[in-house]
C-alpha cells in the first residue's frame, strides 16, 4: 500500500509537468488548468503516504536520506500550493513542480525500508530541526526556480509587469528560508551538544549548511542593503540552488561524518 500512494503520486507529478510544458507550449490554458489539479492529486498521494509512513514507523518519517527527500519534495509541494492561492503565483508552477517531480524521483532510488530511529535521533529536537531544514530547502529551490522564470521573462520582454513581483517572491522565499535554516542549525547545535557533548564539531554537514547559511546571507545582504534586485539577483538565487543540493545530497554521499549512520545516511541538517 505504501509504495502504491508513493509511486502514485510520484506518477501524477510526472503527468502535471508534461501537461504544463505542453499547455505553456501550445497556449493551452485549460490544459494548464487540468496539469494544476493533477498536482494536486499528486500531492495528496504524497501527504497520504508520508501520514502512513509516519503511522507505521511510529514517529515523523524524517529520518533517512530517503524520508528527507521525500519531505523535501512534499515541502516543496506545500509552499507552492499557499503561493498558488494566496498570491496567485502561476508563472513558478511549471518549474517549481517539475522540482518537486524530479526530488521525489531522486527519494525513490533510495532505500525505502523503514527502520527504527537510532538514539542519538530519538530527541525532543527531532522534528523541529529536520522539519525546518526540509522547508528551508523547499523555499531556496522555489526561489531558484523564480530567479530562473524570472530570467526568461525578462530576456522575453524587460518591461514585464510582473517581473517586480517574480523580484520580490525570491527575495521573500530566500528571507524565509534562511530563517529556517537559522533555526535548523540553532537546534542542531543544541541537540548536538546533548547527543555528542559539543555543540559544533566541524562535522561536513555543519560546515556545509554553515556554507548555506553564509551563501544566503549574503544575498539578503546585497538586497537590503545595497539595494540590489534584478537579473543579479536572480541569477544569483539560481547559482545558489546547487550548493543547497550539494550540502542535502553530495555531503551525505561522498563526506560521511558524525550525520552519517552506517548504510543508512540520516539527514540531520
Known amino acids: 500500500m505504501l509504495d502504491i500512494l508513493f509511486f502514485s503520486g510520484l506518477i501524477m507529478y510526472f503527468a502535471s509537468m508534461v501537461m504544463l510544458f505542453g499547455g505553456n507550449v501550445f497556449k493551452k490554458e485549460k490544459l494548464l488548468t487540468i496539469a494544476w489539479y493533477v498536482f494536486l492529486v499528486g500531492l495528496a498521494l504524497e501527504t497520504a503516504y508520508l ?142 551538544e546533548k547527543a555528542w557533548s559539543a555543540f559544533w564539531t566541524w562535522d561536513p554537514k555543519e560546515v556545509w549548511a554553515l556554507i548555506t547559511w553564509i551563501l544566503y546571507a549574503i544575498y539578503l545582504h546585497l538586497r537590503i542593503t545595497r539595494k540590489k534586485t534584478g537579473t543579479f539577483m536572480a541569477w544569483y538565487a539560481i547559482i545558489a540552488v546547487p550548493v543547497v543540493l550539494f550540502t542535502f545530497i553530495g555531503v551525505n554521499t561522498i563526506m560521511p561524518g558524525l550525520h552519517s549512520y552506517g548504510a543508512i545516511i540520516n539527514d540531520l541538517l
Do not use: C
Open 51 to 192: 501520514i502512513a509512513r509516519g503511522i507505521v514507523a511510529g514517529r515523523l518519517p524524517l529520518s533517512n536520506q530517503f524520508e528527507f527527500a521525500a519531505s523535501f519534495s512534499w515541502g516543496i509541494g506545500i509552499m507552492l500550493v499557499f503561493m498558488h492561492y494566496k498570491f496567485h503565483t502561476e508563472w513558478i508552477e511549471a518549474i517549481a513542480i517539475a522540482m518537486t517531480f524530479l526530488i521525489l524521483s531522486y527519494a525513490a532510488f533510495q532505500p525505502r525500508a523503514v527502520n527504527d530511529l537510532m538514539p542519538a535521533l530519538r530527541s525532543f529536537w527531532f522534528g523541529f530541526h529536520i522539519g525546518s531544514a526540509a522547508f528551508s530547502y523547499s523555499a531556496f529551490m522555489l526561489a531558484g526556480a523564480g530567479g530562473i522564470r524570472y530570467i526568461l521573462a525578462y530576456k522575453k520582454d524587460p518591461e514585464n509587469e510582473k517581473l517586480e513581483q517574480m523580484d520580490y517572491f525570491v527575495y521573500r522565499l530566500i528571507s524565509f528560508g534562511l530563517l529556517l535554516l537559522t533555526i535548523t542549525i540553532l537546534t542542531g547545535a543544541i541537540w548536538a
